[in-house]
């Protein structure tokens, strides 16, 4: 796709407000046109063969053939790009979590009414949702204009300032930034882990109840134990705490003891949680004791934080080019200095365990 053609889009949504909504939102952007809506499969497969969208967003639940089974038709027939909207129930979490094994690419909370703020971050995330998929390498098994908000730094969030490390010690904090594409990167990288790993704290853009979800079904394949990140949670060995969604999750230290904050604050680098809030804290709080390890993902969330990391000591590992689905992230932090070794998923836990 060259840098003057839009991207294409088709939504599919059984809720005529929705997909009002979501034409609002993503004919704001002027890199996305819709080029149709549908109210259920079939319809979306009809218009399908008049055009090819270059993405399509998919409601998990709807009459008549539900989102997951025309997913699989859709990657099995003609694989195309696909971004679900799910309700903000666990239910629906658990159910989303299969078309991202099926071959979708990214989760939305579908949008909703409410508070000029919410309704300004619903639609920052469901454009860069649609742009990062518009980017992805396919795995195969209002009326008004909306107003987008500036692209904060971890300024907004945590202050930068002088190390609180310690001086380098043998116990380590292992830190992990991704997005898009994350949820299956995280899956090879923790089951690699053995159970006395180094403790680990995730930052995975995903909305807000997703993260427990996707928690708890690491937790069931991986040996060390995986949960959603509760404040005050200690980082300990053979653990990895995920950042809730819809909060930033920092890294801090009390004594010997390493511990995460959990809280609220403005998006950054247009996410939250943000990759840079949890680098920057790890730079500032463990510096030489930390590793750091940016995966798939749209955007340039991670590359500043990672840099901070490195200049206070810290180990830094970027996912390479073949083994993501977006090199977007990776490749910023690439761009910056920040990164020590590049390395394909499959080889970091292995890094991961020699550093830590």
Same mark, same amino acid.
């Given at each position: 796709? /060259?840098?003057?053609?839009?991207? *294409? ?10 997909? %009002? ?64 909207? =799910?309700?903000? /129930? ?18 939305? %909370?579908?949008? *909703? ?20 998929? =518009? ?28 190390? *609180?490390?310690?001086?380098?010690? /043998? ?19 923790? %089951? ?64 010997? *003891? ?60 970027? %996912? ?37």
């Amino acid at each position: 796709m /060259t840098m003057d053609q839009k991207i *294409r889009v088709l939504i599919v949504d059984d809720s005529a407000v929705v997909r %009002q909504t979501m034409e609002e939102i993503l004919s704001s952007d002027p890199s996305i046109e819709v080029v149709g809506a549908a109210s259920d499969p079939f319809v979306a497969a009809n218009k399908i063969k008049e055009i090819i969208p270059d993405v399509i967003t998919l409601d998990v639940e709807m009459p008549r053939m539900d989102g997951i089974t025309f997913l699989q038709k859709i990657m099995k027939q003609h694989p195309i790009p696909v971004v679900m909207c =799910s309700s903000l /129930t666990e239910k629906g979490s658990e159910t989303t979590f299969k078309a991202l094994e099926y071959g979708a690419v990214e989760i939305i %909370q579908k949008p *909703r009414m409410g508070a000029k703020q919410f309704l300004e971050e619903s639609s920052i995330r469901i454009i860069d949702a649609v742009k990062a998929a =518009s980017a992805a390498r396919l795995r195969r098994p209002s009326s008004q204009p909306l107003h987008v908000a500036p692209k904060l730094t971890a300024d907004a969030v945590i202050t930068k300032g002088s190390s *609180r490390a310690m001086a380098e010690t /043998t116990e380590k904090v292992i830190v992990v930034g991704a997005s898009t594409g994350g949820t299956e990167a995280l899956s090879v990288f923790l %089951q690699a882990l053995p159970p006395d790993s180094p403790g680990i704290v995730i930052v995975q853009h995903m909305p807000e109840n997703f993260t427990r979800a996707f928690a708890n079904r690491l937790n069931g394949i991986c040996r060390i134990s995986v949960k959603e990140a509760e404040d005050n949670d200690t980082v300990i060995r053979g653990r990895a705490l995920i950042a809730p969604g819809n909060h930033h999750a920092l890294l801090k230290r009390s004594g010997a *003891r390493y511990f995460v904050e959990i809280k609220d604050g403005p998006l950054v680098s247009r996410h939250r949680p943000s990759v840079d809030v949890l680098f920057r804290s790890a730079a500032r709080y463990a510096g030489k004791n930390a590793v750091g390890v940016i995966m798939t993902g749209m955007g340039d969330d991670g590359a500043r934080g990672m840099l901070e990391m490195k200049q206070e000591g810290a180990y830094t590992i970027a %996912q390479d080019e073949a083994s993501c689905i977006v090199f977007g992230m990776p490749k910023e932090a690439i761009k910056l200095g920040a990164v020590d070794k590049v390395v394909p998923l499959d080889g970091i836990a292995r890094i991961v365990i020699t550093k830590g």
